[in-house]
C-alpha cells in the first residue's frame, strides 16, 4: 500500500510506535478484548484501536484472517476476483488507520464460493461436508431459524 516494511515482533519484545497486535495476544486480553466462540462456524472478529495501537481478535484461526482482511479493505484493499486482475492495492504516501470498534460475526455457519485465498480475503468459509447440498441441514437447521422449517 505504502511501500513501508513493518517489523513483526514476538509479543512482550521491545517495540516503538504504532503497534498491531494480531490473534488472541495477552496485550488484547489485558485490553479486555479476548473474543470466545459463540456463533457460526467461529468465524467472528473483532477490530479496535485503543490510543495508537490497533487489535485485531477472533473466534478461530480462520476469523482472524477474516479480521485483517476487513482491516486492510478498511485501507482501501478490495478483491474483486481472484488473481492479479480482480485485487486493487492502493497506492497510498501515508497509511492512516480510522478509529476502530467493529464486531462482526456471520448469521450462518456456512458461506462457500471456494477454499483460496480470495474466498478467504471475503469472509467464504469451506463447506462442512461435500459440495454443500449434503450439508443444507447442518447450515439451516430446523427448527432453529424458522418454525416452518420443522
Known amino acids: 500500500m505504502s ?3 513493518l ?7 521491545p517495540t516503538a510506535g504504532n503497534r498491531v497486535f494480531i490473534g488472541r495476544t495477552h496485550s488484547a486480553a489485558e485490553a479486555g478484548l479476548s473474543m470466545e466462540p459463540v456463533r457460526a462456524a467461529q ?11 490497533i487489535y485485531v481478535t477472533a473466534e478461530a484461526p480462520l476469523a482472524t484472517i477474516y479480521g485483517v482482511c ?9 478483491w474483486y476476483l481472484p488473481g492479479p486482475l480482480g485485487t486493487v492495492t492502493p497506492n497510498l504516501k501515508t497509511i492512516v488507520v480510522p478509529e476502530l470498534d467493529l464486531t462482526q460475526r456471520p448469521s450462518l455457519p456456512m458461506r462457500w464460493v471456494g477454499t483460496d485465498e480470495w474466498s478467504y ?4 468459509n ?16 430446523p427448527g432453529v431459524y424458522h418454525a416452518d422449517y420443522t
Open 3 to 5: 511501500g513501508a516494511l
Open 7 to 13: 517489523s513483526v515482533r514476538k509479543e512482550g519484545e
Open 43 to 53: 468465524a467472528g472478529f473483532t477490530l479496535r484501536t485503543i490510543g495508537p495501537d
Open 70 to 78: 476487513e482491516l486492510l479493505a478498511k485501507l482501501g484493499m478490495r
Open 121 to 124: 480475503r471475503n469472509k467464504c
Open 126 to 141: 469451506h463447506s462442512r461436508a461435500g459440495s454443500g447440498a449434503e450439508s443444507w441441514g447442518f447450515t439451516i437447521r
